[in-house]
């Protein structure tokens, strides 16, 4: 069975992994778990009313559970009321990768068109700064996701957005010729998100239980300009090369409330910023469509400013 096939109060039992779980308190001091569930491509919430997570030592994202569930409708979305749970064994006969989200274009395809376009850069200082962060960090970058649950939060999904960015940001450089230094643009992209790594703490299918202690203590913005720094000391860059893309790295997120200490200053600083932006929110819809029927509404997206999303086809 699929999320699809569900229907508003009839009991099922399903096979969905846990792609991130929390506990809650409700107004009587009882405890729940609010869970997000996914089948592989579509996504949905799930309540274990009554449990607290020490109740479900073996659970934990990136499991796949057995779930006994009555679907109730709330708000116009479909959730689940978890009746009973365990996890899998052998005679379930489950095969993990159907559970696994991944980006739709393969990661290493990604990584080998953007390693071989860095290749040609004519600026040396960028080519080699831009490579040795590809290639050191190649094997977290063929399966780490962007994010933790709001974008891009699949297998990959770190060179996906990075990949979609790019290809936006060179048809743009084509547009705005004259004025963009279209290397440093793509440099830009391709390490704005570099500290995810350091942030994040994924596991190989993409899905990530919680932020690292650096993650939570410095945050990626910082964790990606330490990477640069100590790459450009090791390579002997030059400091206004190596400025400019700490630059574009600290104002990538576009102001001082969105957790940039430098609004972009520079115009590529200031593309990239709208091109991350940009595309963050564009997943955000693709993605709720692709749960929705034609003519439904979506729940309240919290991450685009508490909107409904509307399917008109």
Known sequence: ?????????????????????????????????????????????????????????HVSSGSIIKIRTLPKTYKGTLQLTVLQC????????????????????????????????????KNENFKKIVKKLLEDNRDKLLYYPAAKTVHHAIQGGLLYHIYRMY?????????????????????GIILHDIGKLNELDSNENGVVEDYSKEGKLVGHIVQGVIMLHDAARELNIPAEDEMVLKHILISHHGSEENGSPRRPMILEAQLLNKLDEMDAIIYQFQDTLSNLGEGEFSENKFFLGNIQIYKHY
């Open 1 to 57: 069975m699929k999320i699809k096939e569900l229907i508003h109060n009839k009991p099922n039992d399903i096979f969905l992994m846990v792609a991130d779980m929390a506990e809650g308190v409700t107004s009587n001091n009882s405890p729940y778990i609010k869970f997000t569930f996914t089948d592989g491509r579509d996504s949905i919430k799930g309540v274990l009313w009554n449990k607290s997570i020490t109740d479900l030592p």
């Open 86 to 121: 365990r996890t899998i064994t052998k005679d379930d006969n489950i095969n993990i990768e159907d559970f696994i989200k991944t980006s739709p274009v393969k990661p290493s395809d990604i990584y080998n068109e953007l390693l071989m376009k860095v290749s040609n850069f």
């Open 167 to 187: 290809k936006s940001g060179i048809a743009l450089s084509d547009i705005y010729k004259y004025d963009i230094n279209t290397e440093l643009l793509i440099s």
